[in-house]
C-alpha cells in the first residue's frame, strides 16, 4: 500500500519534471505576480501620500473666507493649488473644460460675496440670540435686515476619477468650511459680549484616535504585506489546478491511465498520489511566498512579513487550501475530455473564485448579494483564515470553521470525481 502510494507520488513528479512550462507556472509566475502587485500597491501609497495633486481654485470672493480655503489647500499634504492656466486667470467655465477634458481632477469654484454674507448671516443669528437672552436691543434691527441667501461651493470632478476620491475631497472641503463658520461664529459672540469679557477656546473639542492590536504590548500594525502574502498565495495554489488537471486528462486521452488500471492499483491510490505531490507543490510556493516577503522585500524597499509566532498556524491554513485546491484540479480533470476543455476552464474558475474571493476586492466593499456569494469561494475560506492569524492574532479554534470547510471542500469535490469515474466506467 505504502509502495504502491511512494511511486504514484514518485510518478507525479516525473510528469512535473518533463514539463519545464507547468513548473515555471507553479514556482516563478506567482512570485512574481506576488512581487510587482505588492511594489505596484506600495508604490502607489507612497506616491499618492508624497506627491501633491493639483487642483482648480476659482476665487470669486476675495475675501477672508477663499483666502482661509486658499492657505489651508495650500499647506495641505495632497493637493497644490492652481489659480492659472497659461497665465490666463481662471473663471468657471475654464475650470470647468479643463477638468471635464481630464486635464486636471478637480475644480473648486468659490461664489461671489462668500465671506460677506457668511458674516452678515452669523451677525444676524448671534444679534437675534443675544437680543433674545435681553443682552442687546437690535432684534428689531435684526428683523429689518435682508435675508442672506444660501451660499454653494461648487466641486467639478474629472468624470474618471473614483468614488473613494470624491468622497474623501468633499469631506474634507465640508470639514474646512465647517471649521471656517464655527471659528467666524465663535469671534462674533466675542465681539458682541464685548472684548476682554469672555475669550472662548476653539480648539476641537473631540478628536479621532485609532486603537490598533497590541502583542506583548507592541502595537501591530498591518501593511500591504500582510494583505498581499495570503491573497496571491492562495491565487497561486490554487494555479494548480491547471497542470494537474491536464496531466489527468493526458493520462485518459494517451492511454496512461488504462495501463495503470491493468495492475493492481486502485483509483483511490492514484489519486492519493496526485494529491500528495501536488501538496508537497503546494507547500513549496507557500513557503517560497513567505522567503521573498522576509527576505527579498526589505530589499526592494517593502515592508517585511512579520510570521513571529504565526508560521504554524499559516503552515495549517496552506495546507488545508492546498487540499481544497487539488480536490477542485482533480475534478476537473476527471470531467473534462480534452485539455482544451480543462486549462481554460481551469484558468477561468480560478480567476472567478479569486475574484468573488476578495483577492482583488475586498469582501465588505462588495454588495450585500456579492457579499453572500463571496462565501461559497474555497479562496475566501483561506483568506480569512489566513487573516485570522496574522491580523486578528487568532487560535487554531478561530481558524477551525475555515479549515473544516477547505477540507470538506477536497472530499466533496474528490468523492465527486471518483462516483463520476466509476460510474463512466461502468457504462
Known amino acids: 500500500m505504502i509502495y504502491k502510494l511512494a511511486m504514484s507520488v514518485y510518478k507525479e513528479f516525473l510528469l512535473l519534471k518533463r514539463d519545464l512550462g507547468g513548473l515555471l507556472t507553479l514556482f516563478v509566475m506567482p512570485l512574481v505576480l506576488l512581487i510587482a502587485v505588492t511594489i505596484i500597491q506600495d508604490s502607489t501609497f507612497v506616491s499618492a501620500s508624497k506627491a501633491k495633486i493639483p487642483i482648480l481654485l476659482v476665487d470669486n470672493d476675495n475675501g477672508k473666507v477663499s483666502k482661509t ?15 492659472k492656466i497659461d497665465n490666463e486667470p481662471l473663471t468657471e467655465s475654464i475650470a470647468k473644460e479643463a477638468v471635464f477634458k481630464g486635464k486636471y481632477q478637480l475644480a473648486i469654484i468659490i461664489p461671489e460675496k462668500l465671506s460677506v454674507d457668511l458674516q452678515a448671516k452669523i ?17 428689531a ?26 468622497n474623501a475631497v468633499m469631506s474634507s472641503v465640508d470639514k474646512m468650511i465647517s471649521q471656517i463658520e464655527t471659528k467666524s461664529i465663535y469671534a462674533t459672540f466675542q465681539e458682541q459680549l464685548g472684548d476682554g ?58 492511454g496512461t491511465f488504462v495501463r495503470l488500471r491493468t495492475n493492481p492499483v486502485s483509483n483511490s491510490i492514484v489519486l492519493a498520489g496526485k494529491t500528495v505531490a501536488y501538496l508537497i507543490i503546494c507547500m513549496i510556493q507557500f513557503y517560497m511566498m513567505v522567503a521573498v516577503a522576509i527576505f527579498l522585500f526589505p530589499h526592494l524597499g517593502l515592508p517585511s512579513l512579520n510570521v513571529q509566532g504565526h508560521l504554524l498556524m499559516m503552515s495549517v491554513v496552506a ?9 477542485f484540479g482533480i ?8 485539455q482544451e476543455q480543462s486549462a481554460p476552464f481551469g484558468a477561468t474558475s480560478v480567476i472567478i473564485l479569486a475574484a468573488i474571493g ?13 457579499q453572500i456569494i463571496a462565501e461559497s469561494s474555497p479562496m475566501n475560506w483561506g483568506l480569512n483564515a489566513f487573516y ?14 475555515e479549515i473544516s470547510l477547505l477540507f470538506l471542500f477536497f472530499i466533496i469535490t474528490t468523492t465527486i470525481a471518483l462516483l463520476y469515474d466509476k460510474k463512466k466506467r461502468t457504462v
Open 388 to 401: 485570522d492569524v496574522l491580523l486578528r492574532n487568532g487560535s487554531l479554534l478561530d481558524i477551525l470553521p
Open 123 to 139: 451677525d444676524q443669528n448671534v444679534e437675534k440670540i443675544t437680543s433674545n437672552l435681553g443682552m442687546t436691543d437690535t432684534l
Open 319 to 327: 495546507l488545508f487550501a492546498g487540499f481544497a485546491a487539488i480536490g
Open 331 to 338: 475534478l476537473l480533470g476527471t470531467i473534462a475530455k480534452t
Open 197 to 254: 469679557d469672555v475669550s472662548f477656546e476653539q480648539k476641537s473639542f473631540i478628536s479621532f484616535k485609532e486603537i490598533v492590536p497590541r502583542v506583548n504590548d507592541e502595537e501591530i500594525i498591518p501593511n500591504s504585506v500582510q494583505h498581499n502574502v495570503p491573497a496571491w498565495t492562495l491565487f497561486a495554489m490554487f494555479f494548480i489546478v491547471l497542470p494537474l488537471s491536464i496531466n489527468i486528462v493526458k493520462e485518459k486521452t494517451q
Open 141 to 166: 434691527k435684526t428683523q429689518k435686515t435682508n435675508i442672506v441667501n444660501q451660499k454653494e461651493v461648487k466641486l467639478y470632478f474629472d468624470p474618471a476619477v473614483q468614488m473613494s476620491f470624491k
Open 358 to 370: 476578495g483577492v482583488w476586492v475586498p469582501v465588505f466593499a462588495m454588495s450585500k448579494a456579492m
Open 69 to 83: 480655503v486658499y492657505d489651508n489647500l495650500q499647506q495641505s499634504t495632497i493637493f497644490t493649488v492652481v489659480t
